[in-house]
Nanobody, 128 residues
Framework: QVQLVESGGGLVQAGGSLRLSCAAS????????MGWFRQAPGKEREFVAV????????YYADSVKGRFSISRDNAKNTVYLQMNSLKPEDTAVYYC?????????????????????WGQGTQVTVSS
């Protein structure tokens, strides 16, 4: 079993920055691909970013490319999402997720239904 806990959300004005953290426990962190998803009120949960199990490959949703950056610190069992140039459209609950295996490539990593474990989420609100 894997437990994921997000933190770092909050209220920020448009153009500002936030860094989200996701602490993982329960299994070997280094063998899991780690992703970030978000869900705005009345909308489906959508892909944001992912880091492969090795950290050697990253993918981003078109809506956040150039603004968000995912990274991981395996020694601390933590994955981060640095969010810059935030827009009101980024307002959502942000979730981290873990895939224990079976995912390879963009088509799988960006599919929320492929992930095995989810955190409880952290609220990000961007004001205009």
């Amino acid at each position: 079993q894997v437990q994921l806990v997000e933190s770092g959300g909050g209220l920020v004005q448009a153009g500002g920055s936030l860094r989200l953290s996701c602490a993982a426990s329960g299994r070997t962190f280094t063998t899991y691909a780690m992703g970030w998803f978000r869900q705005a009120p009345g909308k489906e949960r959508e892909f944001v970013a992912v880091s492969s199990w090795s950290g050697g490959s990253t993918y981003y949703a078109d809506s956040v490319k150039g603004r968000f950056s995912i990274s991981r610190d395996n020694a601390k069992n933590t994955v981060y999402l640095q969010m810059n140039s935030l827009k009101p459209e980024d307002t959502a609950v942000y979730y981290c997720a873990a895939d224990q295996g079976g995912c390879s490539g963009y088509g799988c990593y960006t599919n929320k239904y492929k992930y095995d474990y989810w955190g409880q989420g952290t609220q990000v609100t961007v004001s205009s």
